[in-house]
């Protein structure tokens, strides 16, 4: 009987389920906002194959100790189609515990997205990517930069871009209604083009046309293409970025409120910093650049329209309670690298300039005559940013490309935005619990994009998990040294793989296409 017995035993173990993968020791936060519990999880084949107490074994093991185990982050708000071929390995988004990444966003985006895709295939990164068709680029394709409406064979034509983008698996339209040239369109267009993308099952994704003195009448507008299109609305980076509104964001989340108690399915994303970033040129008047960079030029060296676009850009510094542009500092200008990280006031001064409003708007003039400068605008207000955080239906992303370490000076956004959340609001802070912070970056963003399989820890799911610490996560990037990678996450796993290991990326390549 006793020989018996062994044998049995013997081949019970000889024929024990093999993973690729174990994770033993865990506390899983599922990403549904429930709370977490211990178990252990099996991967096999890039997906996850068991959780709990299961009998198995693999010559891979991760004891991590009572660490956090989640789903990988899902980051739907960036801008790395100019990017992702030259940096695959996406450092600064694994670093931060991003697994997959949604491009084409504020209207920007490769017009033909099966050619995109098929690039991202032939040369595969270390994160899932999605995109978005962009109306701006869209409108530059058809329109050139002309500050017009559409004719009829226009729009049209539109249209089929963005139907058949949606065809090709991108997962809604997105516009950024600041930008040239999406800000010359009129809300008409606007929704013509929501309509071609909502017929295919597409999310409206907006760069809503202000974010300042007049928020609400741009986040009435996005509400209203989506009521008009039928589609789901995401409301991009929402923020109140004008000092006379602080503390007024409890209004605009209302808004949003209101219209999904109308039926109309909106959200919002944000990144959990006071300063925005993007280009100089939207301290200019829009009209400036029509027609491209020389119609542009010939305006910017008239006399009398040049005293045109510096009133405007005066009249908006007051009405937003400042006297100088000390809040924009420019991350990356390419024609002088030395005022990187440098602000307005600061540059005025350095050049011996009057110390005046005039003179500092005269400066942002010339040096945007001169080429493209990226900027980081300090102008929003911590209590509105916990209070964006704090509301159900915000996901994190974080309105950045792929960063070449040490290059530039650019919004540490892009390095640390879901360690920040989960080290400052959520453990420094307590302004969000644990989980529910969690699903705001993963569950959540994967419902709203119709993401399948991804966005929790389940069997049958893609196996794109990150492990870290919660007493030790956070963000190390900041304004003044931007480049750094988060600290507490030990591990990042993309479809299976090891991409994260004790903190050092391992190279790996695994990430795929994520269609709609």
Known sequence: MKIILFLLLSCSLSFA?????????????????????????AIDKGKIAAIG??????????????????????????????????????????????????????????????????RFQAKPASVNVGTLIGHNDVREFVMKSEMRSPSAAEQQQMENLVSKAMKDGALGLSTGLIYIPGTFAETD???????????????????????????????????????????????????ISAKPLWGKSYETIGMVEAARREGIDVTIDQYPYTASSTNMGTMLPSWAFAGGDEETHKRLVDSTIRKEIKSEMLKDLKADNRTNFDYA??????????????????????????????SEAELIMDLVDKGFAQMVFHKMSEDDVQAIVRYPFTMIASDAGIYAFNENQPHPRGYGSNARVLGRYVRDFQAIGLEEAIRKMTSLPAARFGIKNRGLVREGYAADLVIFDPETIRDEATFEKPHAYSSGIDYVIVNGEITLKNGQHTGVLKGEVVRK
């Open 53 to 118: 107490q299961f009998k198995g074994k693999s010559k891979n093991i991760i004891d991590v100790q009572g660490k956090i185990v989640s789903p990988g982050f899902i980051d739907i708000h960036t801008h790395v189609e100019y990017t992702i071929s030259s940096i695959p390995t996406a450092d600064n988004f694994i670093h931060d515990g991003v697994t997959t990444i949604i491009t084409g966003n504020c209207g920007s985006s490769d017009v033909d997205i099966e050619r995109f895709f098929k």
């Open 17 to 41: 389920q093999q993973y690729d993968l174990i994770i033993q020791n865990a506390r899983i936060v599922d990403g549904t906002g429930n709370p977490w519990y211990r178990g252990n999880i």
């Open 329 to 358: 500092v420019i991350a990356r200008y390419a024609p002088d690298t030395l005022l990187q990280g440098k602000n307005i006031s600061q540059i005025n001064k350095e050049k011996k300039r009057s110390e005046t409003a005039d």
């Open 189 to 239: 267009e606007v929704i013509g083009l929501a309509k071609a993308a909502s017929a295919e099952g597409g999310v409206y994704v907006s760069h809503i046309r202000n974010e300042g003195a007049k928020v609400k009448e741009a986040i009435q507008e996005a509400i209203n293409i989506g009521r008009e299109a039928k589609m789901p609305v995401q409301i991009s980076h929402f923020k």
